[in-house]
């Protein structure tokens, strides 16, 4: 029975505790055992990869060791568990991370170095899992790294996509996309849970049947699918404990097998059994939309419902009585993504455990929280002609849900049939559709911003109707980042110097401590290690820079980075018509001035949603005008233009170190948060910013003085795009600044070639077309004026330095640490639950 059971698992826990060793010695016999028997290579001749493999799974057995002590302890005490839903992670790579999480990294480096390697070029032949689009995906991947962490009973779902984001390849200027089969090389970060299977179901119909002289619906659904977890093990820093990331795959379902192979077509039934496994085949590229695509769709239920039936499963393992499922569980939903989640557990407990509708709503509104990502009101949606044939089922609940919100709504503000058709979940019109946002609004007991400017735009803007009836839903949870992850594994350097100078590593459990920092403000030496770790860092850059491009850079120059999705609304556009007015500026300077200009590399990297064609030409057009500058022998080092391919997770960890300056240039309102400021941040590089997401927040912590803020502010900006098109009403040519019109005019007439290519990406900030929606003309000027005010102040590098030792010292709050504790106390309401050691 279970007392059995628990009686031999606490008998194994104490076997295993501390069963593998982790000095150098036994780690190497490790390293040559799976060299021998995992990789099967002999152990006398391995390359770097083959060591990189070996070492990955010496480290993989000691995470499965900490793994199950951690599970074993999880079911032994019980406690309210979090299930983080998330469609997209950003991974990285694993191995640097694990070994710093498990605090073994100077015995893994000497057992390496006495076989012959080196650990940071073994740490090197991994590839990244990049199972997400860019800032949503990389925020689930810290949260997950602070949730271990700080103890917390958690569990993330996913999904295993076989193709993760696509690598950018550029030919000629262009953007290419290939892709990503991350699993070539296999993974020895997951583990593969054969057994762990669960069926998922589509399409078919409802059938209303008599059950105990009650009718009920029941599904009859028409295809199954299988889904087999894969489980990534997550190990916190300072801890025992190690979470599970559970991705699911889906696999032709062996019921299936039966059914078509009696049809007796056999070569057709193997063929056909290819269909179930595109399901988890390939990540969605686009970054926002990806609306009305049944393949999408069915990612989504296939997520939802494997998650769903594992979570439930797990809960009924330990409970009999649903009403205890709020105190026990807490689902929460990464943007509206997983959203069908809501209809999946009314379903699970209305037509499975029969537990009435109304109970059932009453559970399913006390354990699901939503955070949102966007500051956007055109949010997800689906069209219901779609779910209709796919999960006919979960339509109907739908309605259902929507049909007892409006009454609801109807009881609470009358029949004003215009309010209510906005705060419907079933938008009507020529495409009926579900809005995803709606439904997890109304169904959630939270609803998140992901920074103080979000939350208020959520309120008054996006979701003002809703905020008006549900006030004490809405809460800012501004994000943040690992410092394990963007200053312990990717700056060596800082972290050391962190930790002499504050003289403790506890900062990286709790990174409020990196204010001690401001103590040493006036420290020569202080200083003089400050420089010198960046210029390490720097010379790393440049090194990486040249074997990508062939760009020699002087590590004197500022080296100026904008690393990010490509998008309109981050005003990459900005950046390069800046730099090219920078370019026309030193061609029109006399030799003296020129001995006085600051010399730059400006930085530039990001991926373009392949169907996104304005991203795309603002990729070629950073290419064409590199070409054009980083020719021009009369410019020489005072200006470079580098484009950086194929910017992931692993780049950035190269890049953000070595960046002097960083821009996030969104227009002010767009948005949500960022979190890219914040890694530069952290590693003590100046930003150049709008008053946007959470820069906002960045400023009040360290101060205006020690950044470079340029533009409109939030409550300016839609005066000001009203000024531009009352200015358009006389067709009068609106007021260009000069500067700005004479690089656009550039541009357009083929200065860097291709001017037909570049004409609509042009017309976008022209009047009469695009009508610059993202006002590039007229913060300009104040663009201008603050990239002076960092070329003056990195003339005074004493004055630099203190401000990106300032940076550091009020990056505190911007540690995904405080962002979980802070979802952990008020949202899910778990407590930390700390795996002996
Ligand atoms: C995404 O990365 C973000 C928002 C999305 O809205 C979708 C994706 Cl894939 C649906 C980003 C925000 O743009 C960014 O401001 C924010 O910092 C990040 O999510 C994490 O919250």
């Known amino acids: 029975g279970l007392g059995e059971h628990r009686a031999k698992a606490e008998r194994m826990f104490s076997l295993m505790d501390g069963f593998l060793k982790n000095d150098p010695i036994s780690l190497q016999k490790d390293i040559l055992h799976h060299v021998e028997y995992t990789v099967a290579r002999s152990r006398f001749s391995f390359d770097d990869f083959e060591a990189y ?3 990955a799974h010496t480290v993989r057995d000691r995470l499965i060791e900490r793994w199950h002590d951690t599970h074993i302890y999880f079911k032994r005490t019980k406690p309210k568990r979090l299930y983080f839903l998330s469609l997209e992670f950003l991974m990285g790579r694993s191995l640097s991370n694990s070994v710093i999480n498990l605090g073994i990294e100077d015995q893994c480096a000497e057992a390496l170095n006495q076989l012959g390697f080196e650990f940071e070029v073994v740490a090197e032949q991994e590839g990244d899992a990049a199972l997400g689009n860019g800032g949503l995906a990389r925020l689930s991947a810290c949260q997950m790294d602070s949730l271990a962490t700080l103890d917390y009973p ?3 779902y996913g999904l295993r996509y076989e193709y993760g984001l696509f690598r950018q390849i550029i030919v000629d200027g262009f953007q290419h996309e290939k892709p990503d089969y991350w699993l070539n090389f296999g993974n020895p970060w997951e583990i593969e849970r054969i057994h762990v299977t669960y069926e998922v179901k589509f399409y078919g119909t409802v059938e209303e049947v008599e059950m105990n002289g009650e009718k009920q619906k029941v599904w009859i659904p028409g295809e199954t699918v299988e889904a087999v977890a894969y489980d990534n093990p997550i190990p916190g820093y300072g801890t025992r404990n190690t979470i599970n990331l559970r991705l699911w795959a889906a696999k032709p379902s062996s019921k299936f097998d039966l059914e078509a192979y009696n049809t007796g077509d056999y070569i057709n ?17 686009d970054d926002r939309s990806h609306q009305g695509k049944e393949l999408r769709l069915k990612q989504q239920y296939f997520f939802v419902s494997a998650s769903l039936q594992d979570i439930m499963r797990r809960f009924k393992e330990e409970h009999t009585n649903f009403d205890e499922l709020p105190e026990k569980v807490a689902l929460h939903l990464n943007d509206t993504h997983p959203s069908l989640s809501i209809a999946e557990v009314m379903r699970m407990l209305v037509d499975e455990e029969h537990l009435g509708w109304h109970k059932a709503w009453d559970i399913v509104c006390k354990i699901f929280s939503f955070t949102t990502h966007t500051m956007v009101t055109d949010g997800e949606k689906i069209p219901v002609e779609l779910l209709e044939n796919l999960l006919p089922r979960h339509l109907e609940i739908l309605y259902e849900i929507n049909f007892n919100f409006l009454e609801e709504m109807k009881k609470r503000i009358g029949l004003d049939y215009s309010r209510l058709a906005l705060l419907s979940i079933v938008e009507e019109g020529a495409m009926k559709s579900i809005r995803m946002a709606n439904l997890a609004i109304v169904c959630s007991h939270t609803v998140n911003g992901v920074s103080k400017l979000h939350l208020e735009k959520l309120k008054t803007k996006t979701f003002k109707d809703f905020y008006g009836l549900y006030p004490e839903k809405f809460q800012c949870k501004t994000n943040g980042v690992s410092q394990r992850r963007w200053i312990v594994v990717s700056n060596p350097g800082l972290r050391d110097l962190i930790s002499k100078w504050l003289g403790t590593e506890a900062w990286i459990r709790d990174a409020d401590l990196l204010s001690g920092l401001r103590d040493h403000l ?3 030496d202080f200083h003089l290690e400050w420089k010198m770790v960046k210029k390490v860092n720097k010379m790393r850059l440049a090194e990486y820079i040249e074997a990508m491009s062939g760009v020699k850079v002087s590590l004197d120059a500022m080296f100026d980075v904008q690393v990010k999705r490509i998008h309109e609304y981050k005003r990459q556009l900005l950046n390069i018509f800046g730099i090219i007015h920078r370019y026309n500026c030193l061609k029109n300077m ?8 600051v010399p730059r590399v400006c930085i530039i990297g990001g991926k373009a949603a392949p169907g996104y064609e304005i991203a795309k030409k603002i990729i070629k057009l950073c290419h064409a005008v590199a070409e054009k500058i980083n020719n021009d022998t009369d410019i020489g080092d005072l200006l470079k233009v580098v484009f950086i391919p194929d910017y992931n997770v692993s780049v950035a960890e190269l890049v953000i170190p070595g960046a002097d300056l960083s821009q996030h240039l969104s227009t002010a309102g767009n948005e949500a948060s960022g979190t890219g400021n914040m890694k530069f941040l952290m590693n003590g590089c100046l930003l150049l910013a709008t008053a946007d997401g959470s820069t906002v927040e960045i400023i009040e912590e360290i101060g205006e003085d020690n950044l470079f803020v340029f533009g409109a502010k939030v409550h300016e900006v839609e005066k000001r795009r009203q000024k531009r098109l009352s200015n358009l009403a006389p067709l009068q040519p609106a007021k260009v600044p000069l500067h700005f019109a004479r690089v656009l005019r550039m541009v357009r007439d083929g200065y860097f070639g291709h001017n037909d290519y570049f004409k609509s990406l042009c017309e976008t900030v022209e009047f009469g077309f695009g009508n610059d929606y993202y006002l590039l003309t007229s913060d300009f000027g104040s663009y201008l004026e603050a990239q002076a005010a960092a070329d003056k102040a990195f003339v005074n590098q004493d004055k630099w330095t203190r401000m990106s030792i300032l940076s ?15 979802y952990a106390e008020s949202t899910w309401k778990i407590s930390p639950c700390r795996c002996p050691l």
């Not at 039934?269 to 990540?283: C, D, F, K, M, W």
């Not at 006399?590 to 200009?597: A, C, H």
């Open 53 to 55: 493999q070996a070492l």
């Open 808 to 822: 550091v010292a009020g990056s505190g709050r911007f540690s995904s640490d405080r962002t979980i504790q802070d």
């Open 154 to 156: 958690a569990w993330g």
């Open 269 to 285: 039934s193997v063929v056909n059994r290819q269909n179930a496994e595109t399901i988890s085949n390939v990540l969605y590229p």
């Open 590 to 597: 006399d030799k003296d001035s020129r001995r006085k200009v």
């Open 522 to 524: 006036d420290n020569a």
